[in-house]
């Protein structure tokens, strides 16, 4: 199985600042066609995850700007320019590689 | 717009038994993937496995073999999650969710407690 790592756990972020939160997988995610196979989530308090960063740097419809994914390979990254309070929550990667899925542990963004 | 929608909470004894059920909507039910992921108490998420819409082929994930099984009423677009002779450590929530166009999931149910207390 394919074991993902996140970092850091938690996160305090004050408003306005940037953040960033990285995942590395024990296998290269890099598929022949191209693509990494790294989605972002992420899950507020009481509710379930919504899927952020598809392919590892694709933002899904209605995700705003300000959050982008890059990296490649075995090693990602969450990246928020300037958070703001609705951001808050924990953020998971998980590759989509092969079965079985896999995500990284959380990392929970606080904001202050 | 595509919406999972996921039967209640559920409180049961040792040795019962549970059926979860995701009914969909907003998109072709047999179209995609639809996956099952477990969130136990304090824990991170944990996919569970995941069962073709076409063909009603379900894939288990190791650890969910036996006790779990995943099944499909395709007339009504639902799917289900039903948990045999339950234990406490099946105390969790638990999600369905759709398969993404490059797998993955793309849309959650809201998710179903299931409580198993004496």
């Given at each position: 199985d394919i074991?993902?790592?996140?970092?850091p756990?938690?996160?305090?972020v004050t408003p306005g600042e940037p953040a960033s939160i990285s995942c590395r997988s024990s296998q290269s995610l890099l598929h022949s066609n191209g693509y990494n196979y790294l989605d972002w989530y992420l899950q507020k308090p009481g509710q379930s995850p919504q899927l952020l960063i598809y392919l590892a740097s694709n933002r899904t419809s209605g995700v705003p700007d300000r959050f982008s994914g890059s990296g490649s390979g075995t090693d990602?990254?969450?990246?928020?320019?300037?958070?703001?309070?609705?951001?808050?929550?924990?953020?998971y990667c998980m590759q989509c590689l092969q079965t079985p899925l896999t995500f990284g542990g959380g990392t929970k963004l606080e904001v202050k | 717009q595509v919406q999972l929608v996921q039967s209640g909470s559920e409180l049961k004894k040792?040795?019962?038994?549970?059926?979860?059920?995701c009914e969909a909507s907003g998109y072709t039910f047999t179209?995609?993937?639809?996956?099952?992921?477990?969130?136990?108490?304090?824990q991170g998420l944990e996919w569970m496995g995941w069962i073709n819409t076409k063909t009603g082929n379900p894939t288990y994930a190791q650890g969910?073999?036996?006790?779990?099984?995943?099944?499909?009423?395709?007339?009504?677009?639902?799917?289900y999650l039903h948990i045999n002779s339950l234990e406490a450590?099946?105390?969790a929530i638990y999600y369905c969710a759709k398969g993404g166009r490059y797998g993955g999931t793309s849309h959650w149910g809201q998710g179903t407690m299931v409580a198993v207390s004496s």
């Open positions: 074991v993902m790592t996140q970092s756990l938690p996160l305090p990602f990254t969450l990246k928020i320019s300037k958070v703001e309070a609705e951001d808050a929550g924990t953020y | 040792p040795g019962a038994s549970v059926t979860v059920s179209a995609y993937a639809l996956n099952w992921v477990r969130r136990a108490p304090g969910f073999t036996g006790r779990f099984v995943f099944s499909l009423d395709t007339s009504v677009s639902t799917a450590e099946d105390s």
